[in-house]
């Protein structure tokens, strides 16, 4: 049975940070890629950034040059550092694995609020 556990989301301060982490576990095909995507009430899911198997990396363009996207290949676990973090970055967030299958696994989604 696959696994998706998500966890570091949280209440943070306009220009703080946050690391997100999704550990990945049961997956019997290789990996092609993990990483995040985010979305808000009334819009569709986002892609903020994924990382694959290579090592190459998509990072969104609403995100660019704040965050960063990194891999453990040993754990299955992908890390999302968030860095200069804004109200418009508020949002769930949810940790994404796509297989050689192909399949796509979701996490149960991290709620990321960023307030005064």
């Known amino acids: 049975q696959v696994q998706l556990v998500e966890s570091g989301g949280g209440l943070v301060q306009p220009g703080g940070s946050l690391r997100l982490s999704c550990a990945a576990s049961g997956i019997k095909f290789g990996i092609r890629g993990m990483g995040w995507y985010r979305q808000t009430p009334g819009n569709q899911r986002e892609m903020v950034a994924i990382?694959?198997?290579?090592?190459?990396?998509s990072i969104g363009d609403s995100v660019k040059d704040r965050f960063t996207i990194s891999r453990d290949n040993v754990k299955n676990t992908v890390y999302l550092q968030m860095n200069s973090l804004s109200p418009e970055d508020t949002a769930v967030y949810y940790c994404?694995?796509?297989?050689?299958?192909?399949?796509?696994?979701w996490g149960q989604g991290t709620q990321v609020t960023v307030s005064a």
């Open positions: 994404y694995v796509s297989t050689t299958l192909p399949r796509t696994y």
């Open positions: 990382i694959f198997s290579g090592g190459s990396t």
